[in-house]
């Protein structure tokens, strides 16, 4: 429903209470509707209207005189969040044409006019075939006057009367009305008032016919901004049609308009699927007012008239705060009878209380797909995991294989050379050549090479143990070691390893620096097996560069490249060009540089092979 602020007047509608006469009626006439609020501490004491200065210009007005001794009409007031179908009642009962608004510390904010709130109905209200005629009293006389009387006999005919108009007629033809306004217009210029009422009158009339629609006459009202027009019947002079008379007959029809509506709009929610709840929001309680069919045949129609709570239990006060907080509720999760519920729903203001609708959707069978939703997920971790681990072991157990034939071929020379020394020691014994000397200098040169070799399984174990804890590394130099345990198994491949690049001294990164090697060696076993075949220059190069908080390590070698088909999938599980592969090795560099380090890989292939991009992130 609209509020009766979103049609009021703010502003030319209200002066200080010691203003004099004069300006209110300077006032009245520049707002063009005969009233003005009078304020004292920005709140309501007085309204000034044209028929009371009417009444003292009959009487003698003296326009110096404070306005607040004539304001003696009660000012009737009217919240300015009350709904506009509330004013309704209000002007009609008190026979007023205007509403004070006032805020809840009794502020003035603003006036309703009754022509606002003609405006504001909808045609459907008074449009029921009413013709002019009907709204007429049929015992009623016209008052009218001659175009040579004076002003002063139309505000004795106006006060007898108590008529805010009197139509100038001569020969039963309207040919002026003179209003309120134009009396009080007159007595503001100090006009004298045994003038002619021709002379000051409005002009021209607004003539209907009596069998007119009254939504023509509405209509013709707005266009010409005029509050009255002259009925004519069968050519002479009927009466004078109002909009207060308008205002009064479909005050009626608005209550029935909006019954109807209501009506209609509680047969419509009955047709929805949804469960929707009307409560009565009391100060002290609340009541279920009604319920859809949806929601009778869900909760029972004996809860009507019963507390919310009798149905909602604890959730109920939760929803309530949040409602009337909020002004709104939105996804609310409560049980109801077993059964899981979503409630959304909105609070509002009608004529006399405040009312909360509530829409509920059983969503037991939601709740429990997401519970099993929940579950599936839960397991497909747990499965994810689980193959992860065995992913793990398996490029674990891939690696320790490696590792042996790192140590194979980085053995294979110290393993000849000791071979030599007891060849040597057994020719020296046969030729009598064996002595101290020549015996200490044979044990020293083996005891060096069994020393170098215990090294080498001492810096493997180090290198491919599992349990490293995250610490800062250097990138740049886990990468050179990797290069330095697969030296021998490069160089019996006849593979050139370059490494280059303008960084700075000391980089760091955060991980488990064996882990890092661990991705790198797995880059290093990749390109030196494709590499294996190719004819002339095997060259694997190695560049970094830094920009900004990142490390870039540009990873490329010249065997051709990867098969563009399986580009795309290279870094997926069990993905391999070789013959023999597992297909695990990049799945877990990637699994390695993006998890673990919370970097990046990518791969493309250039004109010589192909070429990997890893960006690992930098500790400053």
């Known amino acids: ?145 001659h175009p040579l009387q004076s002003m002063q006999d139309a505000l004795v005919l106006m006060r007898r009367e108590h008529i805010g108009s009197v139509v100038v007629a001569e020969n039963e033809r309207a040919t002026g009305i003179v209003t309120e306004k134009d009396i009080l217009s007159a007595g503001y210029s100090h006009a004298d008032l045994s003038e002619a009422v021709q002379v000051r009158m409005s002009r021209p009339v607004l003539r209907v016919d009596a069998e007119a629609p009254v939504t023509e006459v509405i209509d013709l009202m707005r266009t010409h901004h005029v509050r009255r027009v002259v009925v004519c019947k069968k050519g002479r002079l009927h009466g004078v049609l ?145 193959q992860e681990y065995l992913m793990m072991h398996q490029s674990r157990l891939a690696a320790t294989g490696e590792m ?68 800062l590394f250097d990138p740049v130099a886990a990468l050179r070691q990797a290069v330095n345990i697969v030296s021998a198994a490069l160089t019996y491949r006849h593979i050139d390893v370059t490494i280059d690049g303008a960084v700075e001294n000391n980089l760091r990164c955060r991980g488990a620096e064996g882990t890092f090697a661990q991705a790198m060696l797995n880059l290093l076993g990749n390109a030196s097996d494709a590499l294996a075949g190719k004819k002339g220059k095997r060259q694997i190069s190695i560049h970094f560069t830094t920009c900004e908080d990142m490390l870039e390590i540009r990873f490329c070698d010249n065997a051709g490249g990867i098969d563009p088909a399986i580009l795309p999938d290279i870094f997926t599980p069990y993905t391999t060009t070789k013959q023999e592969g597992t297909g695990i090795g990049l799945y877990m560099t990637r699994l390695i540089i993006e998890q673990k380090m919370k970097g990046r890989i990518e791969v493309k292939n250039s004109s010589a092979g192909a070429c990997f991009m890893i960006y690992v992130p930098l500790v400053r």
């Open 404 to 471: 042996i034939g790192h140590i194979a071929h980085q053995w294979r020379q110290p393993l000849s050379q000791l071979g030599g020394i007891f060849m040597n020691l057994e020719s020296a014994q046969a030729f009598g050549d064996l002595d101290e000397v020549y015996l200490r200098e044979r044990l020293q040169q083996g005891n060096a090479l069994i020393k170098y070799m215990s090294q080498t399984i001492d810096d493997f174990r180090r290198f491919f143990s599992p349990y490293q804890p995250e610490t």
């Open 1 to 145: 429903m609209k509020a009766l602020i979103n049609i009021a007047r703010t502003e030319g509608f209200s002066l200080e209470s010691d203003t004099t006469i004069e300006a209110a009626m300077a006032q009245m006439l520049d707002n063009k509707n005969g009233c003005v609020v009078l304020l004292e501490a920005q709140k309501p004491v007085g309204i000034v209207t044209e028929g009371l200065v009417l009444a003292c210009l009959e009487e003698g007005l003296d326009f110096a005189a404070p306005a607040r001794t004539i304001a003696r009409t009660p000012v009737i007031t009217a919240g300015v969040n009350r709904p506009v179908e509330a004013a309704f009642d209000i002007v009609v009962s008190h026979n007023i044409r205007r509403l004070v608004l006032i805020d809840e510390k009794g502020v003035y904010k603003g006036i309703v006019l009754q022509e606002d709130l003609i405006d504001f109905l909808e045609e459907d209200v008074y449009k029921v075939d009413l013709k002019v005629a009907d709204l007429l009293d049929a015992n009623a006389k016209i008052v009218t006057m």
């Open 242 to 386: 109002t909009d207060r008379d308008v205002f009064s007959r479909v005050k009626g029809n608005v209550a029935r308009m909006l019954q109807i509506k209501l009506r209609h709009a509680k047969e419509i929610m009955d047709l929805l699927p949804e469960a929707i709840i009307e409560i009565f929001d009391m100060p002290q309680e609340q009541t279920i007012h009604w319920m859809n069919r949806v929601a009778a045949e869900l909760f029972g129609r004996e809860l009507q008239e019963h507390s919310p709570q009798e149905l909602l239990g604890e959730a109920w006060a939760q929803m309530h705060a949040k409602v009337v907080k909020n002004g709104h509720l939105e996804h609310f999760t409560a049980k109801v009878k077993g059964r899981d519920f979503e409630f959304s729903g909105t609070i509002s203001t009608n004529i006399n209380s405040r009312y909360i609708k509530l829409i509920a959707r059983d969503v037991t069978a939601h709740e429990h797909m997401k519970e099993q939703l929940r579950k599936e997920v839960k397991e497909e971790v747990r499965l994810r995991r689980e």
